[in-house]
């Protein structure tokens, strides 16, 4: 099981989480991931910066996430470790 928190703050929404949120949901789908990856929405975890949003795998912070690449982070962060079963 992968858990994923995603940054809704004020900062990281003005930034795009909604459509990182969005991205997500639709790359578990298309995956089907639903049993392998728990997604939620999380407030301030004190890592704000100039661009993106912070995303939460498991235990290791990402800084920076941007809705264009949210994609490629998926697949690079999330959907290994959920095929690997980690």
């Known amino acids: 099981?992968?858990?994923?928190?995603?940054?809704?703050?004020?900062?990281?929404h003005l930034k795009g989480s909604e459509m990182i949120?969005?991205?997500f949901q639709d790359e578990i789908e298309a995956n089907r991931l639903n049993d392998e990856v728990i997604l939620s929405g999380s407030f301030c975890f004190g890592k704000c910066n100039r661009e993106g949003v912070t995303v939460k795998v498991d235990e290791e912070l990402y800084e920076?996430?941007?809705?264009?690449?949210?994609?490629?982070?998926?697949?690079?962060?999330?959907?290994?470790?959920?095929?690997?079963?980690?």
């Open 64 to 86: 920076g996430v941007t809705k264009d690449e949210a994609k490629s982070f998926f697949r690079e962060k999330i959907l290994l470790k959920a095929r690997n079963g980690e």
């Open 21 to 23: 949120v969005r991205s």
């Open 1 to 12: 099981m992968v858990f994923v928190n995603i940054c809704v703050g004020s900062s990281c």
